[in-house]
């Protein structure tokens, strides 16, 4: 797949920089996790490819792009970003929250038309909500709510996907959903994702590739399917001492736990 997402000496942060000269790129079907430490700058770094923050340098491009000379609908257009925590307003039902997603491409006040319809329908049901379109979804519990996000990102149609830790308020079963539904979403090729994760288990069990976040800047690369043990356990073991990677016999996938 070509390049989809393309980073070049990003650096970003609030009054002093906290993201430090990263580039990396991303392919279209590709679901990149990002790791590291509480205060590595994981949280920092989506919000500095969405130009959210107030020190940033460096490019960031989507196919080929540059989106710094876009404005905020148009980026819009181009990455849906997903922040940990997402206020919802009470009196909004399912549905009006996910047609929120449409916001870039049809502005405000304008009635759906039938292809966001047929958007919100098809995204309730990948993500497993369809029952829930018609409650207020400040009456849903937390992780009901966080797949009405996750779905709202989706019908937000964008190639670039950045999500900061969306298995956050799901149970085991949801978050193992999730992921099955996200793959799907990128099996195409027309889409990708930036994941933030904290826990490597889960991101060597869904992400293709992950890449290794320390006080800010990049330190490691590693693609869990192609990557030998003693490497991902090297890489791996210099984010969380004491963390054990460990290979299944027979589907050859990796693991890990704590010490």
């Known amino acids: ?49 969405t130009f959210g923050l107030r020190r940033r340098q460096g490019q960031v491009l989507v196919q080929g792009e540059d989106c710094a000379a876009l404005s905020p609908r148009q980026r819009a257009r181009r990455m849906a970003l997903l922040p940990q925590h997402t206020p919802t307003s009470p009196g909004l039902r399912v549905e009006e929250v996910l047609e929120l997603g449409r916001y870039p491409w049809e502005g405000p006040l304008r009635p759906p038309g039938s292809q966001t319809r047929e958007l919100v329908r098809r995204a309730a049901e990948q993500f497993g909500i369809a029952g829930l379109l018609y409650r207020d979804c400040a009456a ?37 959903q999730f992921f099955r539904t996200l793959t799907g979403l990128l ?23 992950l890449l290794l976040l320390e006080e800010g800047r990049l330190v490691g690369e590693l693609r869990p399917g192609e990557t030998g043990l003693h490497e991902v356990q090297s890489a791996l073991g210099r984010l969380y001492p004491g963390l054990q990677v460990r290979q299944d016999r027979e589907s050859g996938r990796l693991f890990c736990a704590m010490e």
């Open 1 to 49: 797949m070509g390049t989809m997402l393309e980073v070049r000496n990003l650096w970003a942060g609030y009054t002093d920089f906290v993201v430090r000269d990263l580039s990396f790129a991303v392919a279209g079907g590709e679901l990149v996790g990002i790791l590291g430490r509480n205060g590595s700058g994981k949280s920092t770094l989506l919000r500095g490819l």
């Open 140 to 176: 849903l519990s937390q992780g009901q709510r966080q797949l009405v996000q996750l779905a709202r990102v989706a019908v937000q149609g964008a190639p670039v996907l950045l999500l900061d830790e969306p298995n956050s308020a799901l149970d085991f079963p949801n978050t193992h």
């Open 187 to 209: 099996a195409g090729g027309e889409r990708c994702a930036l994941v933030v994760l904290h826990d490597p288990a889960l991101a060597l069990r869904w992400c293709g590739r």
